[in-house]
């Protein structure tokens, strides 16, 4: 850390999450100094460095020598062997959601951050709202869960959406719902009821894929993952069912303050080496639960 306490952050990454989320955040936040931008696109990094009154750096591995931390907001497999690059540089680590597509690369970004000794937080939203956090603690406190559901149906290609959302994160027509919503599931499901043991995954229409799973507690659960669904059926829900009775999860605040909250929880694991709940372990955990559904899909 800079003599200041502040973590002088890189970002990686020019696309619209960066534009609209990540860059604003870290330039606001009052325990940061935005350092830099690198991006695949020169261009696009000198202007959104231009904005935020920051420098754009051509080589990615100077923009690492200049940081203590670096948030990536680029596609999983792009991110995940720059993540390592940059934790071997000493960086510590605020990655996007899901680390990597593949185990084996994400198991690189963990293997190469437990060498540097440097912290990491993975950014599933949920995880780091207020009110979304909150909760999910509360939950995973209570005993006696029988089922839960995650339902996360969203209109993302639907006809008559925005294009040039779909344009400017390709990443995310190709791999679908499963890989771009499913880590929200996870990350608010295994907290509560534990690991995953068993999966079943089948697909429905367009790119729904619906989840069946049993967890370490002995609880089941069920996730429907969709980016194509109508415009008038999209929504987001998690129920939860036990011996506490029948708990639906709060929803409240925006992506900025949720990436605030975790650059805090970033702060900390790097102040006092305790590993944060949702490091990139966990997100590596979320990778291997993610690519076995993908090969009970295939079969």
């Known amino acids: 850390m800079t003599s200041t306490d502040a973590l002088r952050f890189g970002l990686v990454g020019t696309g619209p999450w960066a534009l609209r989320t990540y860059a604003p955040t870290l330039a606001a936040h009052p325990h940061t100094e935005f350092t830099g931008v690198w991006g695949r ?20 591995d100077a923009l690492f020598a ?3 931390a670096v948030a990536f907001a680029v596609p999983p497999d792009v991110q995940a062997p720059l993540a390592a690059r940059a934790a071997a540089a000493g960086c510590h680590l605020l ?3 899901p680390l990597a597509t593949e185990p084996e690369a994400a198991r690189a970004v ?5 060498a540097a000794g440097v912290a990491s937080a993975v950014f599933c939203t949920l995880r780091y709202a207020p009110v979304t956090s909150a909760w999910i603690t509360e ?9 839960g559901r995650a339902d996360w149906y969203g209109a993302l290609y639907t006809p008559g959406d925005d294009a040039g959302v779909r344009a400017s994160t390709p990443w995310r027509a190709e791999r679908g719902a499963l890989w771009d919503v499913g880590p929200h599931a996870l990350s608010v499901l295994l907290p509560i009821l534990g690991d995953v043991e068993a999966l079943t995954a089948r697909g429905g229409p ?3 894929v619906h989840l069946v799973m049993r967890h370490a507690s002995g609880a089941s659960s069920t996730a429907a993952l969709s980016l194509t669904t109508p415009q008038a059926a999209g929504g987001t829900a998690v129920e939860l069912r036990g011996t506490a009775g029948v708990l639906t999860m709060p929803t409240g605040g925006t992506a900025q303050e949720s990436l605030a909250a975790a650059v805090d929880v970033l702060r ?3 102040r006092t080496g305790v590993a944060s709940p949702c490091d990139a372990r966990f997100g590596l955990r979320i990778t291997e639960i993610l690519a ?3 090969r009970s899909l295939e079969s």
Request: charged letters at 30%; one cysteine or more.
């Open 66 to 68: 200049a940081c203590d």
């Open 41 to 60: 696109r020169p261009e696009a990094a000198a202007e959104l460095a231009a904005r935020h009154g920051t420098t754009a750096y051509d080589d990615v």
């Open 206 to 208: 367009g790119d729904t």
């Open 292 to 294: 076995g559904a993908e």
């Open 95 to 97: 990655l996007d959601k």
């Open 268 to 270: 900390e694991s790097a």
């Open 110 to 114: 963990v293997e190469a951050a437990d």
């Open 139 to 147: 939950q995973a406190s209570v005993e006696g869960w029988f089922t």
